[in-house]
């Protein structure tokens, strides 16, 4: 890898040795793409034999048997030919990321980026920008994938302007984003799509019970500097002593963005155009009939703003990076600008082939019925503990961290496991609020570790553009320190909240009234 490490504290030096050989282990296996491949050629032997053996479980909610499905018989072998390229095209991270970058690859290649990023270094102190990073992959939830597909690169050159290691950004921004997904300072769509199922779940004990978007408000703003803080003593404690120095060059498509002189007139031309295009933003979402808003409630929450934030951030960065080029000198026509986009598109080509055979995985995975099998199962087991409120959603939270890792989606999680949890827990005196933040708080913590993860193969294309030789192995090991920290800290503070039985949120209390 390329990195100099230098000298290190025994206990640093430890920490490194086991994360170095978690590495070597990882790396071991084969390229990410004949990875994928593989484990979707797994999936569909295991499925075979699964389907031979009957497994099964009974689903919560209509209480229909769920059996395994084999892709081996005549329409699993159908299925899966004529579904290969809906499950390549569909895939939910090709289309957003290709999007975003077609802008920002004109934000780039213009050298906005670089010019903008050389001014956030020459402002901030190194340990400001860690917390900034991981403090902003917490917030960008609000904005659906965004964080996933711009805020990683971009802390990834970050650091690399700063003369940091570029991982150590991708990793501080990839635990902000991913592990820390649960949290925010606002309510967001996710908050209002879990209270929804938890609602309906509670109602199978008590039909007048109501969980709110709002339900866990006071606990994720708490969250969200806890995550903040504990992502920011991991990347400058573990993670960048580890890394050491990058000593390698940014692969073709990703230049320098310290080497990008800033042009000041470039960036005012670049601001004005930025405060058109969010004035104009602005005029389609504060009138109560703005044009962005939710056509059906007139609401923000759920709007084409919300919705639609990964083509607002393409379009706000090419017209940005177009108004700098032409004002730099660096985008002097029409032509310069397609080729941008032209050659961004090019750097893609890894990606493509490592989305292709990722998407074949998760559909096929999913057809199964292998990952609902393992949930409900997970859940009986956890159904004939007898513990008291603090020990069971402590466990609670490890069960949902295990099931996450073979599960990718949270609301397919938690449509499962919401109707066993749910009224288990409710009769057991422990509100429907805590046990949903219970398995935000498990869902959250392992969706760094986890290949189902559908954005997982994309921050191993982003490790690439600084060493080719980084794979799954590199991303694991970077990111383990990331996801036991905020396992124990996150289970600490629901912990502290239990034993002060301080409300989750508006009207939410712990233990049941």
């Not at 075979?48 to 769920?66: C, K, Q, R």
């Not at 905020?486 to 508006?506: E, H, N, R, T, Y």
Request: glycine content about 12%.
């Amino acid at each position: 890898m390329n990195r100099d490490t230098g000298p290190l504290t025994d206990e640093a030096a430890g920490v490194a040795g086991i994360l170095n050989r978690i590495e070597r282990l990882g790396n071991s296996l084969p390229h990410p793409a004949t990875l994928f491949a593989a484990l979707a050629l797994g999936v569909v032997l295991l499925s075979g034999l699964a389907g031979a053996l009957g497994w099964s479980a009974i689903h919560p909610i209509t209480g229909a048997e769920v059996k395994a499905i084999s892709l081996l018989d005549g329409p699993g072998i159908r299925r899966m030919l004529e579904g290969t390229v809906k499950n390549f095209t569909s895939f939910a991270p090709l289309g957003t990321v290709l999007v975003a970058m077609l802008g920002l690859g004109i934000a780039e290649r213009s050298g906005l980026l670089g010019a903008l990023l050389a001014r956030l270094v020459r402002a901030a102190r190194p340990s400001q920008l860690s917390f900034l990073v991981v403090f902003a992959g917490v917030l960008s939830s609000l904005a659906a994938d965004a964080g996933y597909v711009v805020l990683i690169p971009l802390a990834g050159w970050l650091f690399h302007a700063a003369g940091r290691h570029p991982f150590a950004g991708i990793a501080a921004a990839f635990a902000g984003v991913s592990a820390g997904y649960s949290a925010n300072l606002m309510i967001g769509s996710l908050d209002a799509l879990l209270g929804g199922l938890s609602t309906e779940a509670a109602r199978l004990i008590d039909p007048a019970y109501e969980v709110t978007a709002a339900g866990n408000w006071w606990f994720i703003i708490a969250s969200t500097v806890l995550i903040a803080a504990a992502g920011t003593w991991v990347t400058e404690r573990i993670t960048a002593p580890r890394l050491g120095t990058y000593t390698g060059e940014v692969a073709e498509g990703g230049e320098d963005p310290a080497a990008l002189a800033g042009s000041e007139k470039g960036l005012r031309a670049a601001g004005w155009v930025s405060l058109a295009g969010l004035a104009l933003v602005l005029w389609g979402l504060l009138p109560a009939d703005g044009v962005l808003r939710n056509p059906e409630t007139g609401s923000i929450l759920g709007s084409t703003a919300i919705s639609a934030i990964v083509v607002l951030i393409a379009l706000f960065a090419a017209a940005a990076g177009i108004a700098y080029g032409r004002a730099a000198g660096t985008l002097p026509s029409t032509t310069a600008i397609m080729e941008a986009m032209e050659s961004t598109m090019a750097t893609m080509a890894g990606y493509l082939v490592l989305m292709f055979f990722a998407a074949q995985f998760v559909a096929w995975f999913g057809w199964t019925q292998l990952g609902v099998i393992t949930a409900i199962h997970g859940a009986a087991v956890l159904q004939t503990l007898d513990l008291g409120t603090l020990p069971l959603l402590l466990t609670f939270i490890v069960i949902a961290s295990l099931i996450n890792l073979v599960i990718g989606s949270a609301s397919a999680k938690w449509g499962i496991m919401a109707p066993v949890f749910v009224p288990m827990l409710y009769l057991l005196g422990i509100s429907p609020e805590a046990a949903q933040m219970a398995y935000r708080i498990g869902d959250s913590v392992s969706n760094v570790l986890t290949p189902l993860m559908p954005y997982f193969a994309l921050v191993v294309a982003f490790m690439q553009r600084y060493d080719r030789r980084a794979g799954v192995g590199t991303l694991m090991a970077t990111m383990l320190p990331y996801s036991l920290t905020l396992l124990l800290c996150w289970s600490a503070l629901l912990g502290v909240w239990i034993v002060f039985d301080w409300p989750l949120g508006p009207g939410a209390t712990i233990a049941l009234p």
